[in-house]
């Protein structure tokens, strides 16, 4: 028997997790308004989160197609890092059911040390401390997997043309992922890697001028920039007349982007005279769940 176990940031499946998931984030410290605040805009958005939706289907859809290329039992869980179930139970959980292997995976596609690296740190310490004798594998992000390249090219691509004919020739594009706390030097397996796939999603829609942007990053403390705002102010002011945004990070779509990209980014961008547009969160699509398929098989075989 194996075990496939996906990491996410939180994955909720009811409005009733929204206020423990909250005050893990706060540390144990989130307030009544700051629970009512953070249900309030769940609420909002009319329809379950998008985030822990679309990771249980993929989900689904990763365990059925190993259990088809390998003639093997196939279990499935999602180990959170702020929600329940946590990556700190499904490891004991996991550990307990003595399976044969165990391969983690994060669906966000970089290699950054407060993700998927810290993720699979923890994991690796609670399974190991109960089960040394099973095999544990943690399949590597997949930002330089050529198929993945190509799934958010299509996006990119795919906004281009939604735009104005006049516009799309002088589009640039703005990537944005979420920011990271500290010096860039401690980020620099992240940042490169984030780089690269910048260049090769603009070099495939043919975009010659693009821009690196952070987001989440908090005021007063030293974070990853620049921030995607002060771009947008920027490039209106070297007359720029149109952008498409490329979140680059959160591949599926969830509350935090929606707020910060597909509302504040794309709405400043409007008020100061630009078209602005952007790509398709990839969620549940099958084009890329083809392309997750394909990078867990090279890593398992």
């Not at 390998?70 to 890092?81: P, Q, S, V």
């Not at 390249?149 to 299509?154: A, F, G, I, R, Y």
């Not at 720029?240 to 980014?265: K, M, P, R, Y």
């Amino acid at each position: 028997m194996n075990i496939l176990v996906l990491f996410s940031y939180g994955s909720l499946r009811t409005l009733d997790d929204v206020a423990g998931f909250f005050d893990d984030i706060y540390h144990g410290h989130a307030t009544d308004e700051d629970i009512a605040s953070a249900e309030e805009r769940y609420q909002s958005m009319g329809m379950p989160d998008p985030l822990g939706a679309h990771t249980h289907r993929i989900g689904r859809a990763l365990m059925k197609r190993l259990i088809q290329e390998t003639g093997e039992k196939w279990h499935m869980f999602i180990g959170n890092h702020h929600a329940q179930p946590s990556i700190e139970s499904v490891a004991e959980t996991c550990a307990e059911m003595r399976p044969k292997r165990v391969a983690t995976f994060g669906l966000t596609p970089f290699d950054s040390v407060t993700g998927n690296k810290a993720y699979e740190k923890k994991f690796r310490k609670h399974f190991l401390a109960l089960n040394n004798t099973a095999e544990l594998v943690h399949i590597a992000p997949y930002c330089d997997h050529e198929p993945f390249v190509k799934v958010l090219s299509d996006r990119a691509e795919t906004a281009r043309n939604w735009l104005p004919a006049d516009v799309r020739n002088e589009v640039e594009i703005v990537f944005t992922v979420h920011s990271l706390p500290g010096l860039p030097e401690v980020h620099q397996k992240m940042i490169g890697q984030y780089e690269e796939l910048a260049r090769k999603v603009a070099t495939s829609v043919q975009v010659k001028d693009y821009h690196i942007a952070y987001r989440s990053g908090n005021p007063g403390q030293r974070w990853l920039e620049p921030d995607v705002l002060d771009v947008v102010s920027d490039l209106a002011e070297q007359d720029t007349h149109a952008i498409i945004f490329v979140e680059a990070l959160s591949v599926i779509e969830n509350l935090e982007v929606l707020e910060e990209v597909t509302g504040d980014a794309i709405q400043k961008a409007r008020n100061l005279g630009m078209q602005a547009v952007q790509s398709e969160y990839l969620n549940d699509s099958i084009d890329f769940i083809e392309a997750l398929e394909e990078h867990i098989f090279n890593s398992l075989s």
